[in-house]
């Protein structure tokens, strides 16, 4: 794991998310959420709420993937997306 992971998973496992299971995975941060949320939501609100929280992260950013989960539901999300992440089709 590097350090930015490192730095990523302290701060959502200490921002008081009842229900929400955050750990690590081979490429980033895998986010298990209660079946009730709204993932909609939470794409939507994803880039700006990220943003404010990557304030506090003095290391140097490299790419994270993010991994949501509902139990019904998933999506995944790149912070920090490199080249070959952009010219998917």
Known sequence: MNLYQ???LNILQNANLPGWDIK?????IYVE???VTDLKLIRDILPETLAALSLD???PKS???FHFHNG???FEY???P???DLNKE
């Open 72 to 74: 019904y539901e998933n």
């Open 82 to 84: 490199k080249d070959v």
């Open 78 to 80: 790149i912070l920090n």
């Open 6 to 8: 490192q730095k990523w």
């Open 57 to 59: 992260i003095e290391v």
């Open 33 to 35: 959420m209660p079946h």
């Open 24 to 28: 690590p995975l081979d490429d980033g």
């Open 63 to 65: 790419r994270l993937k």
